[in-house]
């Protein structure tokens, strides 16, 4: 720049003329004070003055409204503005410094001496126009951003110049400015940066977020961020609601002692979610609304000497509009009566899946002094799979009502036919009210209410398979088959028991079936007595369902069980040997004879089976004469 080429050559000939006379000093001395008020003036003309900005002629101006004050070897955060020319502007904005020019003078002496460098150190974490930090959307005419970095160490104290530019996210710039900061010589550590008065603390709101918007009589829930834009961490936060029961600058229902949401510390450049749920006044107009805030903070973990940052955001609401010049008023801006549901039931209590039940509804005016004419209601239902869960068993789903005075009950009643393959779990109903109060005409409501519908379990049971089919008392049989779920619901704890006189009482446990599923039953069964009937054994299957509440369905099987004769092997088959041939014929018709009653009425299994005993006794009986014979012929 020029004036660097004067100064220069004026430290030149200041070096030069000390080797000149004395009696040509008092010449020089005038010169080199010439040359030096025209550097002054050159440097004079380059340095901006506090608040003065050097605007960029692009999208934005940018510009701060006082100097920050800052240390060297500390963390110096710059606020600025932004303001939009004309129109609107959505698109995602950068800021960063610029580095890359002639303004950056890193070794020149005289350049640090009278405020011409760069005052940050050139880091990664510096955001520059090479490495931008995001500051959003603008979100309006007007939005505050902020850029932060290390004072450098060899910075004299004074003011300097920081170029701020604004991007776009392909780098094209927007805005610029040159902004002043002034610097002063650190007296102690980076330590000291805790206890530095002279910070400046800033808070952002609404960052990147679009105006809460909403709809009167609807509640209107909506967060709004907040970002600690300081050089340093805040602690013990209280943000404020400032209330007003003024509906022209506050349109909410005050429901609450206080609005204030309290945080332990904020990080710099963290930003947190201030929630809120707010119901619309009814007397509120349609609009933008100024929701003032204070925030209160303190910059010691102490909680001590504590500060507030006041600030506003905007919300939306859809209402009603303002009465026009004429005076003349919309018929729909009156007050109205209050439709609500007192309370419903249904007959019977439990709706079971596919069949139809009543639905009864309790309808109140809770207004305490508006009557409600006109009245027509009409029911909707939830819908799954574009099909309702509920309809009319006949005629129309709406229901008419001459008038509802204030306070007043009426009964509505609905016949409804549920949807027999729904899922077991409550639907939604909807209740469409439409009436007219004396100030307010049309007016509309929905009334909701969840009912509960419940499936019925269902089974079924393979084939058994028993092996073997019949058995001996005494002995066991394998019983295999399985339980199919082909209700819509899940069977709990599902338990199978045998219960007849011939088997003794056998429970195994299956566990939990989910619908479509199949458990597997697979035990053993003892037979205790010969069968007497027909051989029926009860299978009896119990479960429970979501409510813990026990169901039990029964199912037969056919089971055997035939007479133990084990034992009858083990008859001494001596009894025979001493009784002669003639008394044991008479023996045997004896037996015959004294058992006939019972064989009769018996299988006729049980008779060839007695006869095969006795053959068997017979044979043996015979052998063993034998083998004493064949003995006494050898001792001969």
């Given at each position: 720049m020029k004036w660097k080429a004067v100064w220069r050559q004026a430290g030149r000939e200041e070096i030069l003329h000390k080797k000149i006379p004395d009696k040509r000093k008092n010449i020089d001395v005038v010169r080199r004070l010439m040359v030096m008020i025209l550097a002054a003036a050159f440097m004079l003309a380059s340095i901006p003055f506090p608040g003065q900005v050097t605007a960029f002629a692009a999208e934005f101006d940018v510009y701060s409204e006082k100097i920050p004050h800052g240390k060297t070897g500390k963390n110096l955060t710059i606020s600025f503005k932004l303001q939009r020319n004309s129109g609107t502007y959505d698109e995602e904005l950068y800021a960063g410094f610029d580095v890359s020019g002639g303004e950056i003078w890193d070794e020149?002496?005289?350049?640090?001496?009278?405020?011409?460098?760069?005052?940050?150190?050139?880091?990664?974490?510096?955001?520059?126009?090479?490495?931008?930090?995001?500051?959003?959307?603008?979100?309006?005419?007007?939005?505050?951003?902020?850029?932060?970095?290390?004072?450098?160490?060899?910075?004299?104290?004074?003011?300097y110049k920081v170029p701020v530019v604004i991007m776009e996210a392909d780098g094209s710039q927007v805005g610029r400015a040159d902004l002043r900061v002034w610097i002063t010589k650190s007296a102690g550590t980076d330590s000291d940066d805790e206890e530095d008065g002279n910070k400046t603390y800033d808070f952002v709101l609404g960052e990147g977020q679009s105006t809460p918007d909403g709809t009167y009589p609807h509640v209107m829930n909506f967060s709004i961020n907040l970002r600690n834009n300081s050089p340093a961490t805040v602690y013990n936060i209280k943000a404020s609601i400032t209330a007003d029961a003024d509906t022209t600058k506050f349109p909410f229902e005050i429901n609450d002692v206080n609005y204030d949401r309290?945080?332990?510390?904020?990080?710099?450049?963290?930003?947190?979610?201030?929630?809120?749920?707010?119901?619309?006044?009814?007397?509120?107009?349609?609009?933008?609304?100024?929701?003032?805030?204070?925030?209160?903070?303190?910059?010691?973990?102490?909680?001590?000497?504590?500060?507030?940052?006041?600030?506003?955001?905007?919300?939306?609401?859809?209402?009603?509009?303002?009465?026009?010049?004429?005076?003349?008023?919309?018929?729909?801006?009156?007050?109205?009566?209050?439709?609500?549901?007192?309370?419903?039931?249904?007959?019977?209590d439990t709706i079971i899946a596919g069949e139809e039940f009543e639905l009864i509804l309790k309808i109140k005016n809770a207004s305490s002094n508006i009557t409600a004419t006109n009245l027509l209601f009409s029911m909707e239902s939830e819908k799954v799979s574009d099909s309702a869960?509920?309809?009319?068993?006949?005629?129309?789903?709406?229901?008419?009502?001459?008038?509802?005075?204030?306070?007043?009950?009426?009964?509505?009643?609905?016949?409804?036919?549920s949807r027999p393959g729904v899922d077991q779990r409550s639907y939604g109903v909807t209740i469409k009210a439409k009436f007219d109060s004396p100030e307010y005409k049309n007016a509309e409501e929905e009334l909701k209410l969840d009912i509960p519908v419940n499936q019925i379990a269902r089974l079924s049971t393979g084939t058994f398979e028993i092996m073997p089919e019949s058995i001996p008392a005494g002995s066991e049989a394998n019983v295999m088959f399985g339980i199919n779920n082909t209700g819509k619901v899940m069977l709990y704890n599902v338990t199978v028991s045998f219960e007849a006189a011939s088997i003794q009482a056998t429970d195994?446990?299956?566990?939990?079936?989910?619908?479509?599923?199949?458990?597997?039953?697979?035990?053993?069964?003892?037979?205790?007595?010969?069968?007497?009937?027909?051989?029926?054994?009860?299978?009896?299957?119990?479960y429970e369902d979501e409510a813990g509440d026990v169901y039990t369905e029964e199912k037969e099987m056919t089971l055997y069980v035939l007479e133990d004769m084990s034992s009858m092997e083990d008859i001494d088959a001596g009894m025979f040997e001493e009784m002669p041939k003639e008394q044991e014929k008479v023996g045997l018709a004896a037996f015959l004879e004294m058992n006939q009653q019972r064989l009769l009425p018996g299988a006729l299994a049980v008779i060839l089976i007695l006869v095969i005993v006795i053959v068997i006794m017979a044979v043996k009986h015979r052998r063993a004469k034998t083998e004493m014979e064949s003995d006494e012929d050898e001792e001969e």
């Open positions: 020149d002496e005289e350049d640090r001496q009278y405020g011409y460098a760069f005052p940050f150190e050139v880091t990664k974490s510096l955001p520059t126009t090479e490495n931008p930090k995001s500051i959003g959307k603008m979100g309006g005419d007007k939005k505050t951003a902020s850029l932060t970095g290390r004072v450098r160490r060899d910075l004299t104290e004074g003011y309290m945080f332990e510390k904020i990080a710099v450049d963290e930003t947190v979610e201030l929630g809120y749920s707010f119901a619309i006044r009814e007397d509120a107009y349609s609009g933008y609304y100024p929701i003032s805030m204070k925030i209160y903070y303190s910059n010691s973990s102490t909680g001590e000497e504590l500060q507030t940052f006041e600030t506003s955001f905007f919300v939306r609401i859809h209402n009603k509009d303002k009465e026009d010049e004429r005076g003349e008023f919309n018929e729909h801006d009156r007050t109205r009566a209050r439709i609500i549901i007192d309370g419903f039931s249904t007959n019977p869960v509920f309809t009319t068993e006949s005629g129309s789903s709406s229901v008419a009502l001459n008038s509802l005075a204030p306070g007043g009950v009426t009964e509505l009643r609905y016949r409804l036919l195994t446990y299956v566990g939990n079936i989910k619908p479509g599923e199949t458990g597997n039953v697979d035990c053993m069964v003892t037979g205790a007595a010969p069968t007497e009937d027909e051989g029926k054994v009860k299978v009896l299957i119990s």
